[in-house]
Nanobody, 120 residues
Framework: VQLVQSGGGLVQAGGSLRLSCAVSGSFYGIAAMVWYRQTPGMQRELVARISREGSIDYSDSVNGRFTISRDNAKNAVYLQMNSLQPDDTGVYYC???????????????WGRGAQVTVSS
């Protein structure tokens, strides 16, 4: 099982980017799907989380600007980032809690990360 990330890049402040992440391989299902970001010298920060049922949480720093969504048919999660600011610069990682059976508590699988750079 692996996560394939796409998206990211360089954008001016106020611009938008969209990140995508898809799970491939053999598995029973996917529980939560999460986006994190890491900036130099800082711990990895949870940005947004979406449960299997669609419950969503955002960090205060992105609430109202970022939108997380998932397509269960495609085993994919997305992060639409609007009104980007230089403080949003960092490496963005997706994580999926992959299930191998209905009773499985889940295994965290991580994407390789995507650089997002917001210039002022």
């Amino acid at each position: 099982v692996q996560l394939v990330q796409s998206g990211g890049g360089l954008v001016q402040a106020g611009g938008s980017l969209r990140l995508s992440c898809a799970v491939s391989g053999s598995f029973y299902g996917i529980a939560a799907m999460v986006w994190y970001r890491q900036t130099p010298g800082m711990q990895r920060e949870l940005v947004a989380r979406i449960s299997r049922e669609g419950s969503i949480d955002y960090s205060d720093s992105v609430n109202g600007r970022f939108t997380i969504s998932r397509d269960n048919a495609k085993n994919a999660v997305y992060l639409q980032m609007n009104s980007l600011q230089p403080d949003d610069t960092g490496v963005y990682y997706c994580r999926a809690d992959v299930l191998q059976a209905d009773w499985d508590p889940g295994t965290m699988v991580w994407g390789r990360g995507a650089q997002v750079t917001v210039s002022s």
